[in-house]
């Protein structure tokens, strides 16, 4: 039971660890939700079409940082409002899912293959060794590095990095391109817990990575709690029906986003 809550909260917790960087960098990255949603895509795509799973991870993962790189780049060298365009962005990896589905497997609805199924356990076990591991990474490289520092003040302080004679634009690439590896994971363990793709992967997980940062003050101990609150909701959500059987689908799903709600009053 706890191990299958804090598996369940993995996808989440990383795609909020993601969204910090940018909050940092002062450039919020808002197209997370359709980003895990098109992380996800890739990760059934590449392993049902090299037969490898690992093989699925590395090349997703390389072309998804690499796609927010160009991005990135463009954004800051034409000095567009990275506002804007992370929205874009948001659209164009929503479009792009059913773009791709459509050309590669002749169909925009659920994938299936049997080169794409997994184990729960070990899943759930991947999930929880991963995350820990890239949390505990992050909670060092912020407090502890000198780079981790610059990507803390670029947001707020930027003059200063200026003044050190460091660009602050290529911090805002990095955080970019930090917040798509992590969403890519997110995407990439959303598809793997249910051995396949279905259109809308993330159902507004990118949201709620921005909204866990933001009442966690930049803090990654407290995102991580409010993360765990959010998915203990929608977990709940997930099961209580099989006790409960009276009360109505639509008022489970909404148990996340009720808990946010209420977490933003108190705050």
Not at 49 to 77: D, H, M, R, W, Y
Not at 93 to 107: C, E, P, R
Not at 205 to 233: D, H, P, S
Request: charged content about 10%.
């Amino acid at each position: 039971m706890i191990l299958g809550l804090i598996a369940f909260s993995c996808p989440l917790i990383l795609a909020a660890a993601g969204a910090l960087f940018s909050e940092y960098a002062g450039i919020l990255a808002l197209f997370l939700d359709g980003l895990i949603s098109f992380s996800g895509f890739e990760m059934y795509a590449f392993t049902v079409l090299t037969g490898s799973p690992l093989l699925g991870i590395i090349l997703g993962c390389i072309t998804t940082c690499l796609i927010i790189f160009i991005f990135a780049v463009i954004v800051e060298k034409t000095h567009a409002d990275y506002f804007i365009a992370s929205l874009g962005m948001n659209l164009i990896f929503s479009s792009a899912v059913s773009l791709f589905s459509s050309v590669l497997f002749k169909t925009r609805g659920v994938l299936t293959s049997p080169k794409f199924v997994f184990s729960v356990t070990d899943v759930q076990i991947f999930a929880v060794s991963l995350t820990l591991i890239l949390i505990c990474t992050v909670i060092c490289f912020l407090k502890y590095t000198q780079k981790g520092v610059y990507f803390r003040i670029t947001g707020s302080d930027s003059h200063v990095l200026e003044v050190k004679g460091v660009n602050p634009g290529v911090y805002r690439v990095g955080a970019w391109v930090i917040s798509g590896f992590f969403a890519f994971f997110a995407g990439c363990l959303l598809s793997m817990k249910i051995s396949s793709y279905v259109p809308n992967l993330a159902s507004s997980k990118g949201w709620m990575a921005l909204a866990a940062v933001y009442l966690g003050k930049r803090n990654i101990v407290k995102i991580v709690i409010f993360v765990l609150l959010f998915c203990a909701g929608d977990f709940l959500a997930a099961n209580i029906q099989n006790y409960i059987p009276a009360i109505p689908s639509s008022v489970l799903l909404s148990f996340p986003y009720i808990i946010a709600v209420l977490l933003s009053c108190i705050k």
